[in-house]
């Protein structure tokens, strides 16, 4: 077990900057997540940690190592790949004792391990198969296996759960925070499902167009938002963002006073709402309802204020506007506010 | 029902129209020698063009195969084969993963390997046979005299001429073998550097059997390619050499008796036998290497 750290991590391909001076550290036993978009930057920075990608600058610790110069298979982690990337030719046993060969083991005590490995997993009775004879949620279990038989430094784990389906998704998601904080050992899970990270993660670190944009808690990040793309980003749905002006303490959206004032910076501003923090009124901030998702208990209904989306939760035994419909809403809960142009948080 | 019909018609009309031509060709240049070989096999020549034949049967074909000429063609074909298969396959695995590495000029590398599969045996021929003149070629110039000649020394022409073939079947070998790393899942081979497997490692536990498709693929085909091989003994040593009976293949005598000599019936017997003796061995490649292959998916 170990930390893992990233010191002023810069990389590009070509002239495409992908990572922008990432400082991370990654706590002895923490199961961290790093959690963005589609082409942040996040698989590039997993990669690097095991050594198949090389920073354009800065370093990357393993323990208190520098291992920038270390070869992968000299690294002690361990990786799961999205695709798996089982070896083909082998029976998931064979795939599963591959790491352990190149250990100096018996092999009694090779087979102790492949079997202790796959009784975690449940993979007893799959051993004699080939990776092609499997499920999707087998060949899952299988990659999982193979990262944690050789007892390594860090698990680094890259989007393992978005080949699976719904059901086997939520259920392999409990199984690994459950293996994680059996083995206690450092894990590193890369994916762009904040629900997932959400769910999953000690800590979360949000990266955005390659630059982190902050690290905290599940409840930190969903309380306290650094920024408009966090705020937005993180719960389900995130924040609605509206575009409002701030004048002498109060704050108006589409040229209608809010209840709410504060200490605020003058002039425009983007103010944060959750789907809870708004609600349908007979007056209030003028919207039109593009939208409704029934979820059940709860609708969601979508509505267009300006050129801004807002989404307000409501029970769903409370009377729903049509299609096309004008609103209005009121704020319910004091806004976060944000500013207009960076995003950065104000208040 | 009838429009689908006659839809079905026209579909199918248009399928036998666009495989026409490659049809013609095929049966032009395959099918019709193929079996015309085996009318050809039954029959003595006429000594002069325009007598009639005369029915042989099989006996012709016994005669030919039990004679001293073919039994000799019969160790030069094999011979060949077996000085140039198993290397090429391994030179071209070997080059095709030096080349695999994300090194700069490496497309260079790569295109001057893949020419010497695409460069025709006459080309081959001049510039081996260059090399390997007696007076200004490779040798003399190490001050070596080679006496008798490369090309006539019975015991090392044959391996003059596994060079050659060699270094024009590695090119091929090297493509196939390029082409077929390219398709590897990348994330199995990094899989292997994290689980800790070194180059040499990796290279037999997972490049080899990953690759086994394409080696088999590549050792089938080369195996074939060799057993006709006759190109460069024709070009270099030819019928007046001194080494002419040591480099005297069986294709080589096929095209002898069909061109040079023409005696039609002894060189049906001769590619009868060379068919068979070709697809005896493409059959044991099937039958006990194949079995070894991974088929990943
Ligand atoms: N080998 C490479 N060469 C050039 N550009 C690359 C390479 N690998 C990644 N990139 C670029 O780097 C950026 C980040 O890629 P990365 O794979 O890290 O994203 P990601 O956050 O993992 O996205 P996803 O959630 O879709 O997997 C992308 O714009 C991608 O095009
Ligand atoms: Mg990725």
Known sequence: MATVAFRNIDKQFGSNVVLHDLNLDVHDGEFLVLLGPSGCGKTTALRMVAGLETPSSGEILIGDQVVNDVAPRHRDVAMVFQSYALYPHLSVGRNIEFPLRQQDLSADERKRKINEAAEMLGLSDLLDRKPRQLSGGQRQRVALARAIVRDPLCFLMDEPLSNLDATLRTQTRADIVRLQQRLGTTTLFVTHDQVEAMTMGHRIAVLHEGSLQQVGTPTELYEDPANAFVASFVGNPGMSLLAATASNGSIAVEGTATAWSGPVSEGSITIGVRPDGVAIRSSGIPAVCVGLEVLGAEVHVLADVGTSRLVISQPAHAPRPKLGDPIEVELLTQPLIFDATTGARQS | ?297
């Open chain 2, 1 to 297: 029902m009838s429009a689908k019909r006659s839809a079905r018609v026209r579909e199918a009309t248009l399928g036998y129209a666009l495989i026409l031509p490659a049809l013609l060709l095929v049966t032009v240049f395959v099918l019709y020698p193929f079996f015309r070989n085996f009318s050809l096999f039954l029959y003595h020549a006429p000594p002069y063009p325009g007598l009639p034949s005369k029915w042989a049967g099989l006996s012709q074909m016994w005669e030919t195969v039990s004679s001293t000429s073919f039994q000799q063609g019969l160790e030069a074909t094999l011979l060949y084969t077996v000085l140039v298969v198993p290397i090429g396959v391994l030179l071209g695995l070997v080059f095709a993963v030096a080349a695999h590495q994300k090194l700069k000029g490496m497309a260079i590398y790569r295109t001057i390997f893949a020419t010497t599969a695409v460069s025709s045996v006459a080309v081959a021929a001049v510039v081996f046979g260059t090399f390997m003149n007696p007076v200004f070629g490779l040798l003399p110039w190490l001050g070596i005299d080679p006496n008798p000649s490369v090309l006539q020394n019975p015991t090392w022409a044959m391996f003059a001429m596994a060079v050659i073939g060699l270094w024009q079947f590695v090119g091929l070998s090297f493509i196939l073998f390029s082409a077929g790393l390219q398709s590897l899942p990348e994330e199995v081979l990094e899989a292997a550097k994290i689980d800790g497997a070194g180059a040499v490692r990796s290279f037999f536990q997972i490049t080899v059997p990953l690759l086994s498709p394409t080696i088999f693929y590549v050792f089938t085909v080369g195996t074939i390619a060799a057993m006709f091989t006759f190109g460069q003994m024709d070009l270099l040593v030819g019928p007046g050499g001194a080494s002419f009976v040591r480099v005297n293949t069986l294709a080589y005598q096929i095209y002898q008796y069909a061109v040079t000599t023409p005696n039609p019936g002894v060189a049906a017997c001769i590619s009868i036998a060379l068919f068979i003796l070709t697809a005896t061995i493409t059959f044991l490649n099937f039958r006990f290497l194949e079995r070894r292959v991974n088929y990943a998916t």
